[in-house]
């Protein structure tokens, strides 16, 4: 009896460490899990740089509705045919021969190829222009699955004249300088031109203009007699 109570004291220690051993585990697994949600956050977007973009650590890119620009450091002095520069409808590729490509991957959206452009600034920066095949949008990161702006927080350029296309723009000039026009007391446009035209009319009609200038005059009197 003595050697079976003595056996069961064993196996009551030996359950009795087995369920303390599964409460430490249980103990320790628990604040991992805790750990692993707050360490995974919603991914927040960002909020943009000063040109609507991204300052990236080997390269910094900006936007307007139209176009998307691109810089990229690279050492002082660099040649140009050092360079490589691989643009296409919808992905890029920059970089200096016999090393890693600095940037390779699928734009956000597509772009215009034959409107892209390339240069190397002071030998030490190269400088990408992207004309955006949809100029309404803007995109929310460089390249998909990069990181995204608050296309929310974007501040627009004030339209400019140059963007605009021929009619509207002049449509614009034309109200833009009949205001001032007005707050100067001077005529309008459309005054000026029907000014003109009678100019040319009187020009080209030298007879009519003499009896114009008669019937003018005779007008002068009446008026006067009326008043």
Not at 14 to 36: D, G
Not at 63 to 74: A, C, K, Y
Not at 124 to 138: F, G, M
Not at 208 to 215: H, L, T
Request: overall charge negative.
């Amino acid at each position: 009896m003595a050697i079976l109570s003595d056996y069961q004291e064993e196996n009551q220690e030996q359950s009795m460490e087995i369920i303390e051993k599964e409460q430490e585990n249980s103990s320790t697994l628990a604040p991992k899990e805790e750990e692993n949600s707050s360490s995974t956050p919603k991914e927040e977007k960002l909020k943009p740089n000063k040109s609507n973009g991204l300052d990236m650590e080997n390269y910094s890119w900006g936007q307007s509705l139209q176009e998307v620009t691109i810089n990229v450091p690279v050492p002082p002095g660099t040649k140009s045919r050092f360079i490589i520069v691989e643009i296409k409808a919808n992905t890029l590729k920059v970089g200096l021969k016999n090393q890693p490509l600095i940037l390779d991957g699928e734009y956000f959206k597509g772009v215009k190829v034959d409107e892209c452009y390339w240069s190397l600034e002071d030998q030490k920066e190269i400088s990408i222009l992207l004309t955006k095949q949809n100029k309404s949008d803007w995109w929310k990161s460089l390249f998909k699955g990069g990181e995204e702006i608050d296309t929310q927080k974007v501040e627009p350029e004030p339209s400019k004249l140059s963007d605009l296309d021929t009619e509207t723009r002049a449509a614009v000039e034309k109200m833009m300088f009949d205001q001032r026009q007005k707050q100067m007391g001077l005529p309008s446009s459309e005054e000026i031109k029907n000014q003109d035209m009678l100019k040319q009319f009187m020009k080209q009609n030298p007879h009519m203009a003499k009896n114009f200038g008669s019937n003018a005059k005779m007008m002068m009197p009446n008026s006067r007699m009326m008043g």
